[in-house]
């Protein structure tokens, strides 16, 4: 009673002149639909026919100013959502993932977001209501994930010195002192339980710090964490491209690792929706599926970066300068504290493929693991993987990312076979087998079992 009676006000509020405020403050000041970029062309809209028309031309999604939104962005610049019909496609700039997590909830008829981009497993938590006020269930699609790599921990200056790097083993000792001296080091990420909570734990265990006992974890939102940095809020953190590598550049700090160095072409932020809103518009899902797919394909080619970074960079999105954005998307990194400089653009964040595969595909096997390893530090019983298989049947819609795609006219060689991804391996030598998420459980050492 007290879910639906908060329900009805939030639904209530929302359409009130001061709600109104207060959601701008959440969601931004969203750029106008369709406005495409730099005088670039609106692309030929598609031969839309009865059965590919979109049921509604709106879908209001939301968006962080990390490297994971740019497919979205791109499809709103460059015309793609419009292409496919929606016409209407509206971008929605989040003040933090709390704040999505919230407007998600109310939804966009009440003011809110109809889906967008999330880290992973949000949608899952949404899904079931264990992030959500009152843990109102606000069943959730997964459609498409949006990038690989784009991450990395970055370490305060203070720490120079201190063989804070990839192989943390070198460090443990030094964890250990701050931990017994009282000043624990200070490690954040941008929202708790999900994927870059994930990166800086996975990290810290294989070099042996436990970090739920040697060290003290932080939420900070990623816009946020530049400046905490600077005041001495955190020694580390664990977020999105561009925030990590601006340390650097302001001489703040260093990088300690790349995501794309912990788990080579690792599962990263996704894109869902609703399950109302995709049960009751599934032609406009497709629709908004070919048209992040078609974004994410144009962001994969490198003759586009630096259009990307310059579209990118503008105030309605990440407000940072174009040539701090640029040299991240060719794979250039600075790493610092005595470490080599990265020049690879197979390190750099990828949107559509890799040598592993398909990016945008949504993976059943890439949730097991987001779920398993939610297992592993606590945040859910160990009775979820009893039933991990039926709640990703639910929640993943990879049927629909396949009917997109075929009729987007994707080469088949494109459109993966199979929902598994295969063994996955990282970079201390694990591995996850989806066949098996139980051997990886036992496989490792430092854990937290609920």
Known sequence: MEAIKRRKFLVTSALTAASAVFLKGCLGNPPEPNAGSGGTPTPQAA?????????TPKVRLGFLPIFEAIPLIIAQEKGYFAKYGLTEAVLSKQANWGAARDNVEIGAAGGGIDGGQWQMPMPYLIHEGLITKNNVKVPMAVLAMLNTQGNGIAISKTQAGKQIHLDLAPAKAYFQQLKQAGTPFRAAYTFPKANQDFWIR?????????PDQEV??????????????KTGTMEGFSTGDPWPARIVKDDIGFMAALTAQIWPNHPEEYLALRADWVEQNPKATKALLKAVM???QWCDQPENRPEMAQIAAKAAYFNVPAQILEPMLMGKYTMGDGQPDIDDFNMAVKYWKTEKGSVSYPYKSLDLWFLTESVRWGFLPQTYLTGAKTLIDKVNRSDLWKEAAQEAGIASADIPSSDSRGVETFFDG?????????????????KKLA
Do not use: R
Request: without cysteine; charged residues 15%.
């Open 430 to 446: 694990k591995t996850f087998d989806p066949e098996n998420p139980q051997t990886y459980l036992d496989s490792l050492a430092i």
């Open 202 to 210: 996975y990290w810290l265990a294989a070099g042996g710090i436990n």
């Open 216 to 229: 003290n974890l932080l939420t900070v939102p990623a816009a946020q964490t530049v400046a905490n940095m």
């Open 294 to 296: 078609e974004a994410q």
């Open 47 to 55: 031969n839309l026919t009865p059965e590919t028309t979109p049921e």
